[in-house]
Protein backbone atom coordinates (compact mmCIF):
# COMPACT_ATOMS: atom_id res chain seq x y z
CA UNK A 1 0.00 0.00 0.00
CA UNK A 2 1.53 3.38 -1.21
CA UNK A 3 1.86 5.75 1.73
CA UNK A 4 0.05 8.92 1.66
CA UNK A 5 1.60 12.33 0.96
CA UNK A 6 3.24 14.10 3.94
CA UNK A 7 0.66 17.64 4.30
CA UNK A 8 2.44 20.49 3.68
CA UNK A 9 2.42 22.31 6.77
CA UNK A 10 0.83 25.74 6.66
CA UNK A 11 4.05 28.69 7.48
CA UNK A 12 1.39 31.42 8.44
CA UNK A 13 -0.61 28.68 11.10
CA UNK A 14 0.08 29.37 14.84
CA UNK A 15 1.73 26.33 16.34
CA UNK A 16 0.43 25.64 19.97
CA UNK A 17 2.67 24.70 22.57
CA UNK A 18 2.18 23.86 26.23
CA UNK A 19 2.48 26.21 28.50
CA UNK A 20 3.30 26.59 31.73
CA UNK A 21 3.02 29.14 34.70
CA UNK A 22 6.57 29.36 36.82
CA UNK A 23 6.53 31.71 39.65
CA UNK A 24 9.88 32.87 40.44
CA UNK A 25 10.99 32.74 43.81
CA UNK A 26 12.48 35.89 45.64
CA UNK A 27 14.91 35.63 47.67
CA UNK A 28 13.82 35.55 51.55
CA UNK A 29 15.58 38.87 52.92
CA UNK A 30 15.17 37.31 56.74
CA UNK A 31 16.92 34.10 55.57
CA UNK A 32 20.02 33.89 57.37
CA UNK A 33 23.77 33.88 55.31
CA UNK A 34 24.96 30.75 53.79
CA UNK A 35 27.93 29.93 56.29
CA UNK A 36 31.66 31.00 54.76
CA UNK A 37 34.33 29.38 55.82
CA UNK A 38 37.98 30.76 55.36
CA UNK A 39 39.64 29.75 52.08
CA UNK A 40 42.90 29.46 53.38
CA UNK A 41 41.73 27.30 56.49
CA UNK A 42 40.11 24.73 53.92
CA UNK A 43 43.52 24.76 51.51
CA UNK A 44 45.43 23.92 54.72
CA UNK A 45 42.70 21.44 55.60
CA UNK A 46 42.66 20.01 52.09
CA UNK A 47 46.58 18.72 53.09
CA UNK A 48 48.04 21.25 50.60
CA UNK A 49 50.20 23.21 53.27
CA UNK A 50 50.03 25.56 56.89
CA UNK A 51 47.59 27.99 56.80
CA UNK A 52 50.39 30.50 56.35
CA UNK A 53 51.56 28.79 53.01
CA UNK A 54 48.10 28.48 52.32
CA UNK A 55 47.92 33.00 52.64
CA UNK A 56 51.20 33.21 50.20
CA UNK A 57 49.59 30.55 47.68
CA UNK A 58 46.23 33.35 47.99
CA UNK A 59 48.85 36.00 47.89
CA UNK A 60 50.53 34.83 44.60
CA UNK A 61 47.56 35.00 42.96
CA UNK A 62 47.08 30.97 41.95
CA UNK A 63 44.05 30.59 43.74
CA UNK A 64 40.88 31.71 42.21
CA UNK A 65 37.18 31.35 43.31
CA UNK A 66 34.35 31.22 40.52
CA UNK A 67 36.75 32.44 37.68
CA UNK A 68 37.86 35.30 40.01
CA UNK A 69 41.46 35.65 41.75
CA UNK A 70 41.26 34.89 44.97
CA UNK A 71 42.08 37.51 48.03
CA UNK A 72 43.85 36.70 51.44
CA UNK A 73 40.92 36.14 53.92
CA UNK A 74 38.42 35.51 51.85
CA UNK A 75 35.45 33.46 52.38
CA UNK A 76 34.07 30.72 50.11
CA UNK A 77 30.48 28.44 50.24
CA UNK A 78 30.17 25.01 49.32
CA UNK A 79 28.62 25.99 46.21
CA UNK A 80 31.84 28.26 44.91
CA UNK A 81 34.08 26.43 42.61
CA UNK A 82 37.77 27.20 44.15
CA UNK A 83 41.00 25.96 41.64
CA UNK A 84 44.70 26.48 42.31
CA UNK A 85 46.68 26.69 39.06
CA UNK A 86 43.24 26.43 36.96
CA UNK A 87 42.54 22.70 38.51
CA UNK A 88 39.63 22.32 40.63
CA UNK A 89 39.80 21.55 44.31
CA UNK A 90 37.03 19.83 46.31
CA UNK A 91 36.94 21.43 49.56
CA UNK A 92 35.62 19.83 52.70
CA UNK A 93 33.46 22.38 54.81
CA UNK A 94 32.56 20.03 57.66
CA UNK A 95 35.87 18.97 59.99
CA UNK A 96 36.88 15.46 59.03
CA UNK A 97 39.69 13.61 60.26
CA UNK A 98 42.32 13.63 58.85
CA UNK A 99 45.12 10.64 57.77
CA UNK A 100 48.14 10.35 60.66
CA UNK A 101 50.72 7.56 60.02
CA UNK A 102 53.66 6.75 61.87
CA UNK A 103 56.83 5.69 60.68
CA UNK A 104 59.81 3.73 62.60
CA UNK A 105 62.68 5.19 60.29
CA UNK A 106 65.85 3.68 59.90
CA UNK A 107 69.09 5.71 59.44
CA UNK A 108 70.64 6.13 55.93
CA UNK A 109 66.95 7.87 54.51
CA UNK A 110 66.26 11.50 54.12
CA UNK A 111 63.29 13.74 54.64
CA UNK A 112 62.74 15.11 51.99
CA UNK A 113 60.60 14.61 48.66
CA UNK A 114 63.56 16.05 45.89
CA UNK A 115 67.11 15.12 46.02
CA UNK A 116 69.15 15.89 43.46
CA UNK A 117 71.78 13.10 44.02
CA UNK A 118 68.68 10.48 44.09
CA UNK A 119 69.09 8.92 47.57
CA UNK A 120 66.23 6.86 49.22
CA UNK A 121 63.52 9.15 51.01
CA UNK A 122 60.91 8.26 53.34
CA UNK A 123 58.31 9.81 51.36
CA UNK A 124 59.14 6.75 48.45
CA UNK A 125 56.97 3.94 50.98
CA UNK A 126 53.94 6.34 52.14
CA UNK A 127 51.02 5.56 50.26
CA UNK A 128 49.18 7.18 47.13
CA UNK A 129 46.41 9.39 48.41
CA UNK A 130 44.29 10.73 45.58
CA UNK A 131 43.86 14.23 47.46
CA UNK A 132 46.06 16.23 49.21
CA UNK A 133 49.79 15.31 50.35
CA UNK A 134 51.36 13.60 52.99
CA UNK A 135 53.49 16.30 54.91
CA UNK A 136 56.39 15.01 57.54
CA UNK A 137 55.72 16.90 61.15
CA UNK A 138 59.50 16.88 62.34
CA UNK A 139 62.60 15.96 60.49
CA UNK A 140 65.37 13.89 61.02
CA UNK A 141 68.33 14.03 59.12
CA UNK A 142 70.08 11.03 57.30
CA UNK A 143 71.63 9.46 60.40
CA UNK A 144 69.07 9.64 62.74
CA UNK A 145 66.23 6.72 63.10
CA UNK A 146 63.45 6.82 65.34
CA UNK A 147 59.76 8.32 64.98
CA UNK A 148 58.52 10.29 62.28
CA UNK A 149 55.23 11.28 61.87
CA UNK A 150 53.20 12.46 58.34
CA UNK A 151 49.55 13.95 58.06
CA UNK A 152 47.21 14.89 55.36
CA UNK A 153 46.20 17.67 57.54
CA UNK A 154 48.85 20.92 57.16
CA UNK A 155 46.88 22.84 59.67
CA UNK A 156 47.56 19.69 62.09
CA UNK A 157 51.43 19.96 61.20
CA UNK A 158 51.67 23.63 61.99
CA UNK A 159 49.94 22.87 65.29
CA UNK A 160 52.49 20.11 65.99
CA UNK A 161 55.57 22.06 64.58
CA UNK A 162 54.89 25.53 65.19
CA UNK A 163 57.78 26.75 68.30
CA UNK A 164 55.24 28.46 69.74
CA UNK A 165 53.20 25.39 70.93
CA UNK A 166 56.63 23.99 72.52
CA UNK A 167 55.95 20.36 71.76
CA UNK A 168 57.64 18.13 73.52
CA UNK A 169 60.52 15.75 71.25
CA UNK A 170 62.27 13.27 73.33
CA UNK A 171 65.56 11.74 72.15
CA UNK A 172 67.91 8.37 73.21
CA UNK A 173 71.36 9.60 72.60
CA UNK A 174 74.17 7.16 72.52
CA UNK A 175 77.96 9.00 72.89
CA UNK A 176 81.14 8.85 72.41
CA UNK A 177 82.55 9.65 76.00
CA UNK A 178 80.39 10.54 79.05
CA UNK A 179 79.04 14.02 80.00
CA UNK A 180 79.94 15.22 83.71
CA UNK A 181 77.51 15.94 85.82
CA UNK A 182 78.28 19.45 85.94
CA UNK A 183 77.86 19.32 82.43
CA UNK A 184 74.43 17.57 82.89
CA UNK A 185 73.29 20.53 85.71
CA UNK A 186 74.35 23.28 82.77
CA UNK A 187 72.30 21.33 80.40
CA UNK A 188 69.06 21.71 82.21
CA UNK A 189 69.71 24.76 84.16
CA UNK A 190 71.03 27.59 82.23
CA UNK A 191 72.01 25.32 78.56
CA UNK A 192 74.74 26.39 76.40
CA UNK A 193 74.61 28.93 73.38
CA UNK A 194 74.76 27.84 69.59
CA UNK A 195 75.21 29.65 67.05
CA UNK A 196 71.78 30.34 66.10
CA UNK A 197 70.97 31.08 69.93
CA UNK A 198 70.45 29.09 73.30
CA UNK A 199 69.75 25.96 73.94
CA UNK A 200 68.48 23.95 77.11
CA UNK A 201 67.06 20.07 77.86
CA UNK A 202 64.02 20.15 79.71
CA UNK A 203 65.10 16.94 80.77
CA UNK A 204 67.96 14.85 80.92
CA UNK A 205 68.97 11.34 82.45
CA UNK A 206 72.18 8.89 82.50
CA UNK A 207 71.24 5.43 81.25
CA UNK A 208 74.60 4.24 81.30
CA UNK A 209 76.19 1.99 79.07
CA UNK A 210 78.98 -0.38 78.30
CA UNK A 211 82.50 0.83 77.34
CA UNK A 212 83.31 4.30 75.30
CA UNK A 213 80.10 4.54 74.67
CA UNK A 214 77.38 6.18 76.93
CA UNK A 215 73.57 6.59 76.33
CA UNK A 216 71.15 9.88 77.82
CA UNK A 217 67.77 10.39 77.40
CA UNK A 218 66.57 13.92 76.82
CA UNK A 219 63.81 15.79 76.16
CA UNK A 220 63.45 19.69 74.27
CA UNK A 221 60.63 21.53 73.34
CA UNK A 222 62.27 22.59 70.09
CA UNK A 223 62.86 21.22 66.41
CA UNK A 224 65.61 23.58 65.11
CA UNK A 225 68.11 21.76 62.51
CA UNK A 226 70.23 19.11 64.25
CA UNK A 227 70.15 20.62 67.46
CA UNK A 228 70.62 17.50 69.17
CA UNK A 229 73.87 16.94 67.22
CA UNK A 230 74.97 20.52 67.40
CA UNK A 231 74.13 20.64 71.13
CA UNK A 232 76.71 17.37 71.82
CA UNK A 233 79.07 18.58 69.77
CA UNK A 234 79.36 21.57 71.23
CA UNK A 235 80.09 19.85 74.67
CA UNK A 236 82.81 17.38 72.91
CA UNK A 237 80.77 14.54 72.86
CA UNK A 238 80.28 13.10 69.18
CA UNK A 239 77.00 11.66 68.86
CA UNK A 240 77.12 7.62 67.52
CA UNK A 241 73.78 7.30 67.32
CA UNK A 242 70.32 9.10 67.75
CA UNK A 243 66.45 8.10 68.06
CA UNK A 244 63.75 9.81 68.35
CA UNK A 245 61.10 8.21 70.67
CA UNK A 246 58.58 10.60 71.13
CA UNK A 247 56.87 13.63 69.33
CA UNK A 248 54.35 15.01 72.01
CA UNK A 249 51.93 12.53 72.94
CA UNK A 250 53.07 10.04 70.26
CA UNK A 251 55.58 7.46 71.15
CA UNK A 252 57.43 4.94 69.25
CA UNK A 253 55.85 1.82 69.23
CA UNK A 254 57.92 -1.05 70.41
CA UNK A 255 56.36 -3.78 68.30
CA UNK A 256 57.35 -1.57 65.01
CA UNK A 257 60.20 -2.54 63.31
CA UNK A 258 62.39 0.21 60.85
CA UNK A 259 61.25 0.62 57.83
CA UNK A 260 57.47 -0.02 58.80
CA UNK A 261 54.67 2.08 58.97
CA UNK A 262 51.36 2.02 60.85
CA UNK A 263 48.07 3.90 60.43
CA UNK A 264 46.35 5.77 63.60
CA UNK A 265 43.15 4.57 64.32
CA UNK A 266 40.14 7.16 64.34
CA UNK A 267 39.92 7.70 68.07
CA UNK A 268 43.98 8.37 68.08
CA UNK A 269 43.73 10.55 65.81
CA UNK A 270 40.37 12.37 67.49
CA UNK A 271 42.39 12.68 70.44
CA UNK A 272 45.94 14.24 68.88
CA UNK A 273 42.83 16.66 67.24
CA UNK A 274 41.76 17.51 70.79
CA UNK A 275 44.88 17.26 72.09
CA UNK A 276 45.73 20.52 69.85
CA UNK A 277 42.85 22.67 70.05
CA UNK A 278 41.32 21.27 66.66
CA UNK A 279 37.84 20.52 66.14
CA UNK A 280 37.50 16.54 65.21
CA UNK A 281 34.41 14.83 63.72
CA UNK A 282 33.94 11.39 64.35
CA UNK A 283 34.13 9.35 60.99
CA UNK A 284 31.48 7.45 59.95
CA UNK A 285 31.87 3.77 60.26
CA UNK A 286 31.50 2.86 56.42
CA UNK A 287 34.35 5.39 56.50
CA UNK A 288 36.17 3.61 58.83
CA UNK A 289 36.26 0.18 57.36
CA UNK A 290 37.06 0.98 54.01
CA UNK A 291 40.67 2.79 55.68
CA UNK A 292 41.07 -0.26 57.86
CA UNK A 293 41.76 1.73 60.90
CA UNK A 294 40.14 1.17 64.19
CA UNK A 295 39.47 3.37 67.19
CA UNK A 296 42.26 3.27 69.73
CA UNK A 297 43.19 5.26 73.01
CA UNK A 298 46.43 6.54 74.93
CA UNK A 299 47.90 5.19 77.88
CA UNK A 300 47.21 7.07 80.82
CA UNK A 301 50.86 6.63 82.08
CA UNK A 302 52.14 10.12 82.72
CA UNK A 303 50.96 13.74 82.01
CA UNK A 304 52.84 15.08 79.10
CA UNK A 305 53.19 19.34 79.04
CA UNK A 306 55.06 19.50 75.85
CA UNK A 307 51.84 21.34 74.41
CA UNK A 308 49.19 24.09 76.02
CA UNK A 309 46.02 22.19 76.02
CA UNK A 310 48.09 19.28 77.75
CA UNK A 311 45.88 16.06 78.56
CA UNK A 312 47.13 13.31 80.08
CA UNK A 313 49.08 10.30 77.96
CA UNK A 314 52.21 9.14 76.07
CA UNK A 315 51.72 5.60 75.31
CA UNK A 316 50.41 5.16 71.31
CA UNK A 317 49.40 2.08 69.96
CA UNK A 318 48.62 2.09 66.45
CA UNK A 319 47.81 -0.76 63.84
CA UNK A 320 50.12 -1.97 61.08
CA UNK A 321 49.41 0.23 57.64
CA UNK A 322 46.87 -1.79 55.70
CA UNK A 323 45.76 -3.92 58.96
CA UNK A 324 43.34 -3.70 61.19
CA UNK A 325 44.20 -5.80 64.32
CA UNK A 326 45.80 -3.20 66.62
CA UNK A 327 47.68 -4.46 69.30
CA UNK A 328 47.75 -1.98 72.33
CA UNK A 329 50.37 -1.86 74.53
CA UNK A 330 52.39 0.89 76.40
CA UNK A 331 55.00 2.61 74.20
CA UNK A 332 58.34 2.06 76.04
CA UNK A 333 61.71 2.53 74.20
CA UNK A 334 63.76 -0.64 75.14
CA UNK A 335 66.90 -0.84 73.24
CA UNK A 336 69.51 -0.05 75.75
CA UNK A 337 67.63 2.87 77.28
CA UNK A 338 66.04 2.26 80.90
CA UNK A 339 62.30 3.35 80.80
Given at each position: ??R??K ?13 T?F?KLE ?8 P????H????L?G???R?DME ?6 R??V???V?V ?15 R ?5 F ?20 DDP ?6 F ?6 K???WI ?7 N ?14 N ?7 EVE ?7 Q ?7 M ?5 E?I?L????V??E?L ?15 L????NR?V ?11 S?L ?10 PP???R ?15 D???M ?18 K ?12 R ?6 S ?7 D ?9 N????
Open positions: MAPFQQRDPQRTVRRPTNTADPNAPPETQRLKLLAALGSRELIASGVTNGQAVGQGVTEHDVVRVDSPLRLSEAELPQVLIYHKPEGEIVSQEGRASVDKLPKIHGKAIGRLDMTSGLLIFTTSGDLARLMHPRFREYAVRVGSMTDEQEQMVKGTEDGPKFKTDEGGEGYNHWYRLMKEGRIRRTFEALGLPIRIRVRFGIINLRLKGALAELGTGEVSQILWVGESKPVPEKVAELTGSKAGFDNGTTDAGHKNKPGTGMAAPYGKTARRSATQFKKVRP
